[in-house]
């Protein structure tokens, strides 16, 4: 791990971050732009089988897409349902719980002198001791630690309820600004405060409402005020 006294020039430590950044952006475009030129094609020329091929990537995509950080992910599988009516709903909700699933997975299984490396490059020395001092607990400290300077009427609700905290999360318009479901599911992993088959489960039950709601009632369960 770094040493905090001895942190990289600013210049390289931010040319670093800008190119994983740059990485990522360069994923997703491509990713669009194979997907918009294969649905052009399939309207093209009309083959019913080639538009179930379009369809399919263009869930596996989604399912990529919503495991990347920041990626709205929520917006954009309200958009896939709006587009291709109420008969995909049951795709896309297989592919959100698969997006999601993993990026949790992911998260859990990168290393700490990762995240540490990454804080490291911008600057931020807080994070990393943080990070440094995290690592070698044991879950039941790491959750007592981060959780000790809540306020004693809500840090047991905190502790015991966090799986239905992250179920929300998930559900709350706009989480992009706080990474989007898939940010979150990866900082959940990355925690390693939660057991793997209860956040599948949570998953599984916190993305239901609303491809349930449009498969059974219609996209106009959407537009609805």
Known sequence: MPDHDNFPP???????????????????????????????????????GLMLGVLAILLLAYALLLAVPFVPG????????????????????????????????????????????????LHLKRACHLVEHLEPMTREERLAHLTARLPNAIAPW?????????????????????????????????????QPWAVILTIVLAVLPVPLSVWLLGTGVLSTP
């Open 10 to 48: 600013w210049h390289l430590g931010l040319a670093r971050f800008a190119l994983k950044l740059a990485l990522i952006a360069a994923i997703v475009f491509a990713i669009l732009k194979v997907l918009d030129w294969a649905q052009e094609h399939a309207e093209s020329t009309g083959s019913g």
């Open 74 to 121: 929520i917006e954009i599988g309200v958009s896939l349902l709006l587009m291709k009516g109420a008969d995909v709903a049951p795709f896309v909700y297989a592919a959100t719980v698969l997006g999601l699933s993993l990026s949790f997975m992911v998260g859990r299984c990168v290393p700490y002198r990762w995240l540490n490396a990454t804080l490291a490059d």
């Open 158 to 194: 905190v502790r015991s309820g966090r799986y239905l905290l992250l179920a929300a999360l998930f559900n709350i318009p706009g989480n992009a600004i706080l990474g989007g479901g898939g940010g979150i599911a990866f900082v959940t992993g990355f925690s390693r405060l939660f």
